[in-house]
Antibody, heavy 119, light 107 residues
Framework: QVQLVQSGSELKKPGASVNISCKAS????????LIWVRQAPGQGLEWMGW????????TYAQAFRGRCVFSLDTSVNTAFLQISSLKSEDTAIYYC?????????????WGQGTLVIVS | DIQMTQSPSSLSASVGDRVTITCRAS??????LNWYQQNPQKAPKVLIY???RLESGVPSRFSGSGSGTDFILTITSLQPEDFATYYC?????????FGQGTRVEIK
C-alpha cells in the first residue's frame, strides 16, 4: 500500500542542525510531489513548502526560507528535510505528505511524523 | 497568501449529534478546499477534497459543501471516533494554507 515512513525522534541543542527523512513506498515516487508540514506543541498545521519529486525543485513558504532545505534521493525513494541553526521555537512534529492530486492539491497519505525537540 | 479561518475553534457535542464546521477563505478559491481529521498523537487524514468529494474509505456521515469563499464540513450522527480536530486547507494557490483547526470534544 502507499506509505510514507519518517525517521525517528530527535533531540538537538540550539544552533545544531537536524535531518529528517521520509521514505515512500507503494507508488512511483517521482509521479507525486511531497510537502512538509510543521505542528508545534498544541498548535495547528503549518505548511512549510513542497518539492517536485520529478525535477527536485523545492518551494518554501515565506516563514521557512533560509534555514530549511528540501532534498531528494530518488534512488531510494526518499525525501529529506534539513533545518539548520535550530532554535527552541523549532520544537515541533514535522510531517511529510504526498500531494494526492496535482489538480486538487490535497495531501494523502501522511508520514507518521517526526518529533524534534530543541533544548 | 490566502488566509483560512475556521469557526468555531472548538465545540462540545454528544454521540449522535449533527455537527457543522465552517471554513472561510480570504479570497475566492473556487472549490479547491480540502478537509482533514487529526486524532490525538496521530497524523492528519484527508476526509473531503474539492469541497465535496468524499475520500475513499471515509464514512458517508461526513460531507462537505461550498464554493468561492465559504465552506462547510458536516458530520451527521457523531460517533465516538469522530472526537478529533478538523482542519480545512486551500489547494487553490501556494502556499497551500490550513485553517487553525476546530476541536470537537465530548459533551
Amino acid at each position: 500500500q502507499v506509505q510514507l515512513v519518517q525517521s525517528g525522534s530527535e533531540l538537538k541543542k540550539p544552533g545544531a542542525s537536524v535531518n529528517i527523512s521520509c521514505k515512500a513506498s507503494g507508488y512511483t515516487f517521482t509521479r507525486y510531489s511531497l510537502i512538509w508540514v510543521r505542528q508545534a506543541p498544541g498548535q495547528g498545521l503549518e505548511w512549510m513548502g513542497w518539492i517536485n519529486t520529478n525535477t527536485g525543485n523545492p518551494t518554501y513558504a515565506q516563514a521557512f526560507r533560509g534555514r530549511c532545505v528540501f532534498s531528494l534521493d530518488t534512488s531510494v525513494n526518499t525525501a529529506f528535510l534539513q533545518i539548520s541553526s535550530l532554535k527552541s521555537e523549532d520544537t515541533a512534529i514535522y510531517y511529510c505528505a504526498r500531494v494526492g492530486s496535482s489538480y486538487y492539491n490535497f495531501f494523502d497519505p501522511w508520514g507518521q511524523g517526526t518529533l524534534v525537540i530543541v533544548s | 497568501d490566502i488566509q483560512m479561518t475556521q469557526s468555531p475553534s472548538s465545540l462540545s457535542a454528544s454521540v449522535g449529534d449533527r455537527v457543522t464546521i465552517t471554513c472561510r477563505a480570504s479570497q475566492s478559491i473556487s472549490r479547491s478546499l480540502n478537509w482533514y481529521q487529526q486524532n490525538p498523537q496521530k497524523a492528519p487524514k484527508v476526509l473531503i477534497y474539492s469541497a465535496s468529494r468524499l475520500e475513499s474509505g471515509v464514512p458517508s456521515r461526513f460531507s462537505g459543501s461550498g464554493s468561492g469563499t465559504d465552506f462547510i464540513l458536516t458530520i451527521t450522527s457523531l460517533q465516538p471516533e469522530d472526537f478529533a480536530t478538523y482542519y480545512c486547507q486551500q489547494g487553490y494557490s501556494p502556499p497551500w494554507t490550513f485553517g487553525q483547526g476546530t476541536r470537537v470534544e465530548i459533551k
